[in-house]
């Protein structure tokens, strides 16, 4: 699913003047084009999501179901790969102190 993002054009001394606005408006989903001379130099925006949230796995399967006339079936070795994959990225969640 693509989103559509708004663009906002600054100048590098709009950046420098108040880069927390910069940031809070990238927060917000915009996407802003730093230009020098009236070309583009930089573009902040946010990074991509982790990847397909578990709801559209599972509309994405449900659509395959109706199309296919019967349920996917995962390999028997599936939920071991799930939970090796879940044990090997244990480490605690520390975001940024700006968060």
Not at 15 to 25: Q, S
Request: glycine share 4%; net charge negative.
């Amino acid at each position: 699913m693509i989103k559509e993002m708004a663009t906002v054009r600054i100048t590098e001394a709009e950046l420098a003047r108040d880069i927390h606005a910069v940031l809070a408006k990238v927060q917000a989903g915009v996407e802003v084009i730093v230009e020098q001379d009236h070309r583009a130099v930089a573009i902040i925006r946010t990074p991509p999501g982790p990847g397909r949230k578990i709801s559209e796995c599972i509309a994405l399967a449900k659509a395959h179901e109706a199309k296919l006339g019967y349920a996917p079936v995962l390999d028997p070795d599936f939920a071991n790969d799930v939970q090796a994959a879940i044990d090997a990225h244990r480490e605690p969640l520390t975001p940024p102190a700006w968060d």
